[in-house]
């Protein structure tokens, strides 16, 4: 069974940073893309950033040049770093591993940052 762990979720202040790992219990080569998604209360979940088993990524608009995604090989773990951080980036923050057969997720990490 895929298990995907997401740590380092917690508390900040407005303007600070936090690094997010996602553990994978498998290769993240078998990953066609792996990524961050987030929820806030009330809110839809949205895509945050993802990295392609190439090694390409995608931003959301709303973190782009702030956060940052890239991955470990032989940890098989993927990162974002989270740089200058707003109040509207609070959330809980899941990590989501997409095979050809289908998207798995983690348990979710939460992010809270105060202004």
């Known amino acids: 069974q895929v298990q995907l762990v997401e740590s380092g979720g917690g508390l900040a202040q407005a303007g600070g940073s936090l690094r997010l790992s996602c553990a994978a219990s498998?290769?993240?080569?078998?990953?066609?893309?792996m990524g961050w998604y987030r929820q806030a209360p009330g809110k839809q979940r949205e895509l945050v950033a993802t990295?392609?088993?190439?090694?390409?990524?995608n931003y959301a608009d709303s973190v782009k040049g702030r956060f940052t995604i890239s991955r470990a090989i032989g940890k098989n773990t993927v990162y974002v770093q989270m740089n200058s951080l707003k109040p509207e980036d609070t959330g809980v923050y899941s990590c989501?591993?997409?095979?050809?057969?289908?998207?798995?997720w983690g348990q979710g990490t939460q992010v809270t940052v105060s202004s």
């Open positions: 989501m591993g997409r095979s050809p057969s289908q998207d798995y």
């Open positions: 498998r290769s993240i080569f078998s990953f066609n893309v």
């Open positions: 990295i392609t088993s190439g090694g390409i990524t």
